[in-house]
């Protein structure tokens, strides 16, 4: 299957965002999804990752009659989660705005970006075209998350819920539901998790089925992305050993590891 276009398709010069970009972007995406939830496969994984794929934009429409457009905002750092993520929920709002033809879409989604203490390159340049391949309005903010999100709503008093790419394998993730407020103490505000009950392989091939592109870091072996100081290759792709005749240094990449457990060998925390 073919890549997501790098960018979304433009009337004028093909840099500034038109107004009716986004909705023709949620349109393409959404019957690219379409066309995958429709495919018969023989593979269990397929076939499984599409029935994730319905209840995740289930969760994505129940979020959409809660909450209007400009009360709802993406968790976005270019990982594979959010990417993920965020495809569904292109996806859900052309279906939501189908169905609710007064619904308009803005120009761009709100969104916003906590940024490692020690970032890599690679990310915030995938982040970086991510702004406009995806018609994200991209909030910044290179502080301690809490502090983060704290600011963040101080500066989008609007915003009353926030879509997280969190996982159930991830820290912190086991006992999350799909709509969870924020613990006592934190700023307040509703986390959405709509993709908290995928497997990490299910991530992968639902990436690869639909052609999305991804930070290259996860084709040098990198599984789970944190900061330059504490995120390696995962070991457990490494081609030292392999039967085939690896080399000291080379990696698999990320979409070959299968288990959850193994997910986060290259990270010190």
Not at 67 to 95: M, P, Q, R, T
Not at 152 to 166: C, E, N, Q, R, W
Not at 181 to 205: K, L
Not at 210 to 239: F, K
Request: contains cysteine; hydrophobic residues 30%.
């Amino acid at each position: 299957m073919t890549s997501l276009p790098s960018r979304a398709p433009n009337k004028k010069d093909g840099s500034a965002i038109t107004q009716d970009a986004l909705p023709e972007l949620c349109a393409s995406i959404h019957q690219r999804l379409e066309t995958f939830l429709a495919q018969e496969s023989s593979s269990d994984r397929v076939r499984h990752v599409q029935k994730q794929s319905r209840e995740s934009l289930k969760v994505l429409e129940e979020a959409l009659q809660r909450y209007s457009l400009d009360e709802l905002s993406l968790s976005y750092n270019g990982g594979k989660d959010c990417l993920v993520l965020l495809i569904l929920y292109l996806s859900a709002l052309h279906i939501h705005t189908t169905k609710h033809p007064t619904t308009k879409l803005p120009k761009t989604l709100p969104s916003v970006y906590i940024i490692s203490p020690h970032p890599f390159q690679e990310v915030d340049d995938f982040v970086n075209s991510s702004l406009q391949t995806y018609h994200l309005d991209l909030a910044r903010y290179a502080k301690p998350m809490k502090e983060a999100f704290t600011d963040y709503l101080s500066d989008h008093p609007s915003i009353k819920a926030i879509f997280v790419g969190t996982r159930r394998t991830d820290p912190h993730g086991h006992d999350l539901k799909h709509f969870d407020p924020t613990d006592r103490g934190w700023p307040a505000f509703m986390r959405i998790h709509p993709v908290i009950d995928w497997h990490y392989a299910e991530v992968w091939t639902f990436i690869r089925e639909m052609g999305v592109e991804y930070c290259r870091l996860y084709d040098q072996g990198y599984t789970s992305l944190g900061g330059t100081t504490d995120t390696h290759p995962n070991p457990a792709l490494s081609l030292r050993d392999d039967p085939g005749g690896g080399e000291e240094g080379k990696f698999k990449p990320a979409y070959e590891l299968v288990e959850d457990e193994a997910e986060r060998l290259g990270r010190d925390r």
